[in-house]
């Protein structure tokens, strides 16, 4: 209990030092929204089709952008000492990290739900949508804490780790193309990814019961499943870089 | 004394050692700090004293050996042991993008001071180290001086029994490390432990019961500093000043004199008997038709036991052999 309260008290330090950090801003925000939009322009799609490819995307990317700057920021300024001093274990830490990125994907994910609305989107399932939305934001928050147990003090290095990953599951994961679409290559391709799930869950929640190509309890169980392995991942790719950092 | 076991000792590491690849960096150094101590520890650049107070506060893991702090196995209990110490690094290393307030208030939540304490005991360190008129300011507008003072400031928020600084005053102005030299002895008086990592010989001096050197990665000496001064023989110095410049190899052949060294109008005479030397220093100008302007006898400094120690990057045989039995303290 003691150490949940801790993780807390390094949440809120992150959510105010690095909510409106220039690297958060562009590549969780700005970057995603430019992409959707090159996709979007001077296509005729269903509105409810592009809410739900923008609100997994939206997830994915705003909670996997706070993890990777807070690791080599905290290297680079030596905050990393202090925690590392501090009676907190490695999972704690990396526990506040995740919790300040999960608010943040949360809160950024209400902007397409509200635009959708604003069209005229109906929310079919608001509650399994909501689930879904807290259950990948923790999941791409431990797949950006994965990113950060990069041993450098370089943001730029680790944004650019996480980039080169982030995109081409963006486009193998139903966001832009439905997966009912997809070649059995690319399907197969699409069930590696996290992302798949969510925009699967989106679509099923927005577009309709006819819209989803999995089953709900398994873009759920997926997302869970993904969540553990990501966690656990990043904990001992932390334990071995830790040392390296400080 | 609040969440320790009874112990004597509040610091205590058994051949602790770290390895860096094929670098020995830390090489078996054993240390015991008793409760209400002040512990200096000193080395050259590299010789490993970083690298042993990282151990000893739990950053980073020895590849042997074991640390004890106040009772608690640092392996085995890491969290009990932390909670028990404040650790200000070599860097100040406040959060820039909080106030200072913020910065106190994240110590107390992750030292887990309740809410109430923590405001409390934050306005009284803000008030003691001079920063409560910034407090609500935003560390990086600080000076360094400041950020120190914050950070000391943010190691006591727990109120802990151990202290750990390593280089504390490096590079501040004259009043911030006078104010913090003085909080350490009004810390220590309340109590405290105190492991202090300084450059400054005056300072392990002037505020350590004990100090150990470190070189190599090895400790080299481990006693109070004026047992160190005194186990040092050959190190007394009679400091002379001439009307007219002398020739240095007449001092040389002095009773009792080891060197001579010239220091601006100043000459430096070593050696083992001081009251024979000055004697023979009297009669020599006298018959010289010199006339000596000053005349001082100067006992060795804990700089020149450092010196002697690490100068030459090596611990001589006669060295070790003067100072034995310290390390084994």
């Keep these: 209990m003691d150490q949940m309260r801790r993780a807390f008290a390094i949440a809120k330090k992150d959510v105010r030092i690095y909510y409106l950090n220039g690297p958060v801003v562009i590549f969780g925000i700005l970057a995603p929204a430019f992409l959707f939009l090159a996709f979007m322009i001077g296509r005729d799609l269903p509105v409810d089709f592009l809410i739900a490819g923008l609100l997994g995307m939206t997830v994915f990317f705003t909670s996997t952008s706070i993890t990777p700057v807070i690791a080599p920021t905290e290297t680079q300024t030596r905050n990393l000492e202090r925690l590392a001093a501090a009676p907190v274990s490695i999972t704690t830490i990396l526990f506040g990290d995740m919790i300040a990125s999960v608010f943040f994907g949360i809160a950024i994910s209400l902007v397409p739900i509200f635009l959708g609305v604003a069209f005229g989107v109906a929310i079919a399932h608001p509650l399994i949508l909501a689930v879904g939305i807290v259950l990948a934001a923790f999941c791409f928050s431990a797949l950006g804490l994965v990113f950060s147990s990069t041993p450098t003090s370089m943001t730029s290095t680790v944004m650019m780790i996480s980039m080169l990953t982030k995109f081409p599951l963006v486009f193998v994961s139903g966001v832009f193309i439905p997966i009912q679409e997809m070649p059995s290559w690319g399907r197969a391709l699409a069930s590696l990814s996290p992302l798949t799930y969510i925009t699967d869950l989106c679509r099923y929640c927005i577009e309709g019961t006819c819209a989803n190509y999995y089953p709900v309890p398994l873009d759920i169980c997926a997302l869970a499943v993904f969540l553990v392995i990501f966690m656990v991942t990043a904990v001992k790719l932390h334990e071995r870089s830790l040392p390296m950092r400080l | ?329």
């Design chain 2, 1 to 329: 004394m609040k969440n320790t076991k009874n112990t004597k000792n509040m610091i205590e590491a058994e051949g602790l050692t770290k390895n860096y690849g094929e670098v020995v960096a830390v090489d078996h150094i054993d240390i015991e700090v008793a409760s209400g101590e002040i512990f200096g520890f000193l080395g050259p650049n590299g010789a490993g004293k970083t690298t042993t107070v990282r151990m000893l506060t739990g950053i980073i893991r020895p590849t042997r050996g074991r640390v004890r702090i106040a009772g608690f196995d640092l392996r085995r209990d890491p969290i009990k042991a932390k909670e028990v110490m404040g650790v200000v690094p070599e860097l100040s290393n406040a959060y820039n993008g909080l106030s200072a307030w913020r910065n106190l208030q994240l110590m107390a939540e992750l030292y887990g001071v309740p809410a109430k304490d923590a405001k409390a005991r934050a306005e009284e360190l803000l008030v003691r180290f001079g920063l409560h008129d910034r407090k609500d300011h935003r560390t990086k507008t600080f000076s360094k001086g400041m950020k120190q003072r914050l950070v000391i400031a943010m190691s006591l928020m727990s109120d802990p029994e151990i202290l750990f600084l390593d280089e504390p005053t490096s590079g501040l102005d004259v009043l911030s490390a006078r104010m913090i030299k003085e909080v350490l002895r009004e810390l220590n008086n309340e109590g405290k432990t105190i492991f202090l990592t300084t450059h400054y010989m005056e300072e392990a001096n002037q505020l350590c019961n004990r100090v150990a050197i470190i070189n190599h990665g090895k400790i080299a000496a481990v006693d109070s500093p004026e047992k160190l001064k005194a186990r040092m023989g050959g190190l007394g110095r009679v400091e002379v000043s001439f009307d007219t410049p002398v020739d240095s190899s007449d001092l040389r052949r002095l009773s009792g004199v080891t060197d001579v060294r010239a220091s601006g109008d100043k000459t430096y005479l070593y050696t083992d008997e001081p009251g024979r030397t000055i004697q023979h220093l009297v009669d020599c100008c006298r018959s010289g038709g010199m006339e000596i302007v000053t005349l001082n006898t100067l006992t060795p400094t804990l700089e020149d036991v450092f010196i002697k120690l690490t100068g030459d990057g090596e611990v001589s045989v006669g060295d070790a052999n003067a100072l034995e039995g310290a390390a084994n303290k």
